[in-house]
């Protein structure tokens, strides 16, 4: 079965400081992959996806996130984070066939944004 | 307009109750979720309906029962309402299912 791995419960930045958030999947084929932020009391809004093509695809926001096949990875970049980017970030992925689109997320990072 | 937009946003009740949330989208999708949200934020598919077809069923407990009225709209109706309830509930729409899912605001339910 897939799953997503964000080993960073929590993560705490300087205004002004650069960001990555990280992601891990575990599935056999490449998966489709998303980034989602969840602001307080929020839904979710789709930062940026990886379909095929291009490894490093941008976002909304200024972010911007490289798929690197041989590490199962998708990492969530931005190199200046601003207050208003605190909020909580979630990678997921859909394996596409037979999923049926069903999305698996990962557990989610929180970020802080010191001033 | 909002896309995806969910009735209540809050709802709050007692043990044993029955209750519903309604979920609608104005994007012309053709596939609808209902994920639910849990207390350490960690989210997960409870069903997907495509053309009004399910086509995803987790292991979700039979008091709980989606109704897709037609493509735009899909309800969740959950009887028997119990503390372990208590979360999140978020619809979200997509135009297939492998595209990108856009999510309503959700729903907080409490059970008392």
């Known amino acids: 079965a897939q799953s997503v791995t964000q080993p960073d419960i929590h993560i705490t930045v300087s205004e002004g400081a650069s960001l990555e958030l990280r992601c891990n999947y575990s599935y056999g084929a490449t998966p489709y992959l998303f980034w989602y932020v969840q602001s307080p009391g929020q839904g979710l809004q789709l930062l940026l996806k990886?379909?095929?093509?291009?490894?490093l695809v941008q976002g909304i926001k200024g972010f911007e996130a490289e798929f690197k096949r041989s590490q199962s990875s998708f990492n969530l970049r931005k190199p200046s984070v601003h207050w208003s980017d605190a909020a909580e970030y979630f990678c997921?992925?859909?394996?596409?066939?037979?999923?049926?689109?069903?999305?698996?997320f990962g557990q989610g990072t929180i970020l802080t944004v010191h001033p | 307009d909002t896309a995806v937009s969910q009735t209540p946003k809050y709802l709050v009740t007692q043990m044993g109750n029955d209750k519903s949330i309604k979920c609608e989208q104005n994007?012309?999708?053709?596939?609808m979720y209902w994920y639910k949200q849990d207390s350490k934020k960690f989210l997960k598919i409870m069903f997907s309906?495509?053309?009004?077809?399910?086509?995803i069923n987790e292991t979700v407990p039979n008091r709980f029962s989606p109704k897709s009225p037609d493509k735009a709209h899909l309800n969740l109706h959950i009887n028997s309402l119990e503390l372990g309830d208590s979360a999140v509930y978020f619809c979200a729409s997509s135009q297939v299912p492998q595209d990108i899912q856009y999510f309503g605001a959700g729903t907080r339910l409490s059970v008392l």
């Open positions: 994007l012309g999708h053709d596939t």
């Open positions: 309906y495509n053309n009004k077809e399910l086509i």
């Open positions: 990886y379909f095929s093509g291009d490894t």
């Open positions: 997921a992925v859909n394996a596409g066939g037979t999923s049926y689109g069903k999305l698996t």
